[in-house]
Every structure is written in C-alpha cells, then in structure tokens.
C-alpha cells in the first residue's frame, strides 16, 4: 500500500500544487488533496485558530482537520521566502506551529523550510531531506525536484492570459487563496462572468507586467504576494484595458489592508477608474456580494453609455 501524503486545499495551495504534487507522485506517494472548502471545513477552522489569524489561515485548520483521519502524513512547508530579498507574510511563516498548538493527534507533519533567501543548494538540500523520507535513491529525489520546478512552470504559463475588449473586463485583485477557493469567495468569479463580464486577476499577468507596475512603488514592498496585487493594479491602471477593480480582502489580513488604502487612493484621483473593496470573513453573505457585484457592473455600463 503506497504511503499516503495529505496537501490541504488552502492558503498556497492555490500557487504550487501542480509542483508538490508533481514532486511526491515521482517519488511513489500518493497525494490526497483535503476536500473542497465548505461551511464544515470553515466553522472548524474558525473553532480552533486564534482569534489574531486572517480568515484565509483560520479556515487552513479546518482543511488539516479535514485531512487528520485520512493521510499518514500532512505536507505543510514552511514558507519563508519565495522570491530573493522578499517575503511572505509572518502567519504564514509560523503556521506550522500554529497548526502544531491548536490541532492535536495530527500524522506527521512535514515541515520542510522554503526560504528563497537561501542559496539555490539549502533549496535543494530541504528537498532530499524531505524526499529521504520515502526513498533511498538521491537520483529519484533529484528527478522529482526538476520535474516538479518543470510543473509549476508549464502551470504558471498556462495562467497568463490575454484580455480583448470584446466585452467589459473587471480586474479582481486578491490572493489566489480567496479567488480561485469558489466557497469563500462565495463565487465571485463566476458570478462577474455570468454578468457578461471578462475577469483578470494578479494571475493571469506575466512577472514582467507585475514588476512594471510595482516599480511604481514609491518603495519596494517585501510581502511577496500583496505585491503582485498591487504591481497588477497599477500595471492595469495604466493600460487603461479595464473598465472596473475590485479587490478581494480576507479580514484580518494586515498587508491586505495596506495595499487596499493604497490602491483605492490611486484609484480616486482618475475619474476614469471605477474601484470597489470587498472583504470576506465566515459571516459574508452571498445575497449582499450579488447586489453589490450587479450595482457596480449596472454603474459602469451606464456610464459607457453616457447615461
């Protein structure tokens, strides 16, 4: 019977899975994903986390719950840094312990560290001593090193998208965690595109187009993931191809909080950008997003129309 490695479908999840589990099916183990987020997953997690974590992290515990009875171990890195000189936000990093004080009769955890800060060998090396715990051979753990960087790449070209102006397109600026998880973001994305709306998200644009609209900065952000949104915010802001923003905020999220007050100041000295927030918590209604979503997509319409 393979050996069995839970990946809760949260928080990063949403950026490297194709690379993790590229990397432990090369090595013979089986990879269970947690099951979707749902209102069980999310009362579970907000039952055991601290009050402090960001909704995103409260509703992780509930995925690791979710996991506890099914795997013989749980992957849950600990991921400083990833990218050189940046990093990700403190909850983030310390989340394994968090998870290690708040949940008890876990599997094991593995807990490898991911800090980009580190040379390219430390990488490597937190890599084999992960992969020795499945098998002997360093040749199999290089393989399924390379093939899963080579995942994660063909993943993220398959991301970038080009946008026409065929129709009105929305930019949705958050984390991949909140918008591509359709129960918390209770839908979003479809529900713009049932409105006959193109969307573009962070995700969906090249380093290049992200790094141009970060270096508008009036200095360099470190939080690697709260940069992206802003970099594509300003970068949209400019090529003037978007009718509409709306940022996706998960409560509790400091740098969230930064950079919404940043874009939305951005935002009101042009008259031509429409700009709308939205934060999400467990106490989100779904009703209110829709007639908020239905009202600011009615508002740009009409005044194309120049009603």
């Not at 019977?1 to 950026?15: D, N, W």
């Not at 020795?132 to 998208?161: E, G, V």
């Not at 999220?253 to 009101?268: H, Q």
Request: contains cysteine; neutral net charge.
């Amino acid at each position: 019977m393979k050996v069995k490695v839970g990946i809760p479908k949260s928080l990063l999840y949403f950026h490297y899975y194709p690379a993790w589990k590229e990397f432990f099916q090369q090595l013979g183990v089986e990879v269970v994903e947690s099951d979707d987020s749902n209102q069980s997953i999310i009362d579970q997690g907000v039952k055991l986390a601290i009050d402090e974590a960001c909704f995103p992290v409260k509703v992780s515990h509930g995925h690791i719950v979710n996991l506890r009875n099914k795997v013989d171990y749980i992957f849950l890195p600990r991921i400083v840094s990833v990218v050189k000189n940046e990093y990700v936000c403190p909850k983030l990093m310390g989340l394994p312990d968090m998870i290690r004080n708040n949940i008890s009769d876990l599997p094991q955890l593995l807990t490898p560290t991911i800090n980009h800060n580190q040379s390219w060998f430390d990488l490597l090396g937190s890599n084999l001593e992960l992969g020795a715990k499945f098998t002997d051979s360093k040749f199999k753990i290089m393989k399924a090193h390379w093939q899963a960087r080579k995942a994660l790449r063909h993943h993220r070209q398959n991301l970038i998208k080009e946008f026409g102006r065929d129709r009105l397109t929305i930019a949705l600026l958050g984390h991949a965690y909140l918008l591509e998880d359709k129960y918390l973001s209770l839908g979003l994305k479809d529900k713009l595109e049932e409105l006959g709306v193109n969307v573009i998200t962070p995700q969906n644009l090249t380093k290049k187009q992200i790094d141009r609209g970060a270096d508008k900065l009036s200095k360099p952000l470190f939080w690697t993931f709260n940069r992206e949104i802003i970099g594509a915010a300003y970068y949209l802001f400019e090529c003037q191809e978007v009718d509409g923003f709306i940022q996706l905020a998960a409560f509790g999220c400091g740098p969230d909080s930064l950079i919404g007050e940043l874009m939305e100041r951005k935002a009101k000295r042009r008259s031509d950008i429409h700009f709308m927030s939205l934060n999400l918590d467990e106490h989100t209604g779904e009703a209110g997003l829709e007639t908020r979503l239905e009202a600011f997509v009615d508002m740009i319409r009409w005044e194309a129309k120049g009603a």
